[in-house]
């Protein structure tokens, strides 16, 4: 179930990014994307800080072994980006 108000974009702002993002790329801007942008001082920005500390901060794999890991967790997840 998608909600109206993040399909759309919320404010005006919101709307022209992702109008720019189908724009330049000719697709919808993905499901992540809109979600992070929507309210992003209460979600998009925290958990944007929380993944980039995840997947770029200190730790006993290498930054590569997290990215492959999250791709084939989203691949598991049949998630297409």
Not at 32 to 40: A, D, G, I, S, W
Not at 54 to 64: D, F, I, L, N, Y
């Amino acid at each position: 179930m998608r909600l109206r108000n993040v399909e759309r974009g919320g404010g005006f702002k919101n709307r022209f990014v992702l109008w720019l993002i189908r724009w330049v790329s000719g697709f919808r801007a993905p499901d992540v994307v809109r979600t992070l942008r929507y309210r992003k001082t209460f979600f998009g920005d925290p958990h944007s800080r929380h993944t980039q500390a995840v997947m770029r901060g200190p730790s006993e794999w290498t930054v590569g072994e997290r990215e492959l890991f999250a791709a084939f967790v989203s691949k598991m997840n049949e998630c297409l980006f």
